[in-house]
């Protein structure tokens, strides 16, 4: 497995990536991190972890509305499966210090 240091609300994570993965993963990390500038931005929330819970609750959250795949299995806009409990636990592992999502 590769490793992809990556930038999230300027804080850096080292994050394990499948090869052939990296557009995907960095496509999350953006969108994640639009997400948390987000809601600091609009100030009301300052810990770092209550913005990492809403920004993931928001993200759940508008994959949950989205018209659902054929299938049962979460896709991604170019078709890769979602392993939501894989990427909670990925989640947690960038926390590491900061606390556990769940």
């Known amino acids: 497995m590769k490793q992809i240091e990556v930038t999230i609300m300027g804080q850096s ?6 090869e052939g993965g990296e557009r995907s993963l960095l496509a999350a ?18 810990a770092r972890e209550r913005i990492a819970v809403l920004a993931a609750l928001n ?3 508008a994959l949950a509305e ?3 795949a054929a299938g ?3 896709t991604t806009a170019d078709g890769h499966q979602v392993d939501i409990a894989a990427l909670v ?3 947690d592992q960038a926390l590491g210090a ?5």
């Open 13 to 18: 994570y080292v994050l394990g990536c499948p």
């Open 29 to 46: 990390v953006s969108r994640v991190d639009e997400e948390m500038s987000a809601i600091r931005d609009a100030g009301r929330v300052k």
């Open 59 to 61: 993200l759940a959250y």
């Open 89 to 91: 636990q990925r989640i």
């Open 98 to 102: 900061d606390g556990q999502l769940l």
């Open 66 to 68: 989205r018209p659902a």
């Open 72 to 74: 049962t299995a979460d």
